[in-house]
């Protein structure tokens, strides 16, 4: 085992090789992204609403056709789309993309699913069709199941860590979800979820991930319910700790493993220790001090963390034999390659 592959101890003999592994990007919009200083996923709250589209162009076709750039945070670092694609194209995984609630359509191939876009909670019930949200993930995980070994799951969410937050807050689960900013917006969530509580109270999981969540939660309990014979890894940070959570509470199965970023764990630990998560986790320790380009760098100072899966995606090249230099120089000139344009 790599040393900066970090496995729990009831997943050991987890066999991550690539032919039995599946990459799939679930990506869509929130309106919550656009209350100013929830996420950095974006130059600016408005342009939120393109970054899972963009992040799909770079996963599928490797360049940005939506916008003229990639996603960037107010300082200018760029999306983790940048690292997911620069593995992917690396290792060579097979993957595929989903629409879980595009406001835009992304300009490559992707799977269709006709999922609108997840609204505030504070205002109005976040999932508009939960029914027909959750039928996406179930159809999709019935397709899935058993053709391949390990299904792993990376999401593009901005302001998934927010409705993480409130759907735990409203479990009884006071611990923090993680930020993609150095300095957790966390007045902001907590005044968001008072504001949610208080348009309407809820008394179980499920009502609590329909009315404040999004629609990864929704689609993830249903596709979780279809997956029987394949390992379903949810690739992500604070908000695929609430998805296991959510997934062992209404579906009562504790066996998905969560895959993550040692930039998530060390700043959310305690959430994962709070929800038995330890045993079950993939924690890749990655190291951007190196980089040539200073955006990479910031993602060692605590800037974006995790996102589009690339916590489980370094584990997987790592595990296949690829070395810590050759995935983080992939990275390096992938992100040089946009820079030239």
């Not at 003229?68 to 995984?93: D, F, H, Q």
């Not at 109005?124 to 179930?138: C, F, L, N």
Request: proline letters at 5%; hydrophobic letters at 40%; a neutral charge.
């Amino acid at each position: 085992m790599p040393e900066d592959v970090i496995v729990g101890n009831s997943i050991e003999k987890l066999d991550l090789s690539m032919d039995n592994t599946l990459f799939v990007l679930l990506a869509g919009t929130t309106e919550v992204s656009l209350r100013p200083g929830i996420t950095a996923a974006g130059a600016s709250p408005e342009a939120t609403r393109l970054t899972p589209t963009v992040d799909s162009e770079i996963v599928g076709e490797g360049r940005c056709l939506s916008m003229s750039e990639p996603p960037m945070t107010p300082e200018g670092i760029p999306t983790p789309a940048i690292v997911s694609k620069a593995i992917l194209t690396l290792t060579g995984l097979k993957y595929i993309i989903v629409n879980g609630g595009f406001s835009f359509r992304p300009k490559t191939d992707y799977l269709e699913t006709n999922i609108v876009p997840s609204k505030d909670p504070s205002r109005e019930r976040a999932i508009v069709d939960a029914e027909k949200v959750m039928e996406s993930g179930y159809r999709l995980g019935k397709i899935l199941d058993g053709r391949y070994r390990n299904i792993m799951v990376g999401e593009s969410f901005p302001g998934g860590t927010t409705t993480a937050y409130i759907v735990l807050r409203a479990m009884g689960i006071k611990t923090d979800t993680s930020s993609s900013m150095p300095v957790d917006p966390d007045l902001l969530k907590k005044e968001l979820a008072e504001e949610s509580f208080r348009r309407k109270a809820v008394y179980s999981p499920l009502d609590a991930a329909i009315e404040y969540g999004d629609n990864l939660m929704i689609f993830m309990i249903g596709m979780s319910r279809a997956v029987r014979s394949s390992n379903l890894i949810l690739a992500g940070g604070t908000q695929m700790a609430n998805v296991a959570e959510l997934i062992e509470r209404i579906n009562g199965r504790s066996e998905p493993i969560v895959a993550t970023t040692s930039w998530v764990y060390s700043h959310r630990s305690k959430l994962f220790r709070d929800l038995g998560l330890e045993r079950r986790t993939i924690v890749s320790v990655m190291n951007f001090g190196g980089m040539r380009n200073i955006g990479l760098r910031y993602y060692d100072q605590g800037h974006v963390r995790e996102g589009v899966g690339m916590g489980g995606l370094y584990a997987v090249a790592r595990l296949a034999g690829f070395t810590k230099e050759a995935i983080n120089s992939s990275i390096d000139s992938f992100y040089s390659s946009f820079l030239q344009i």
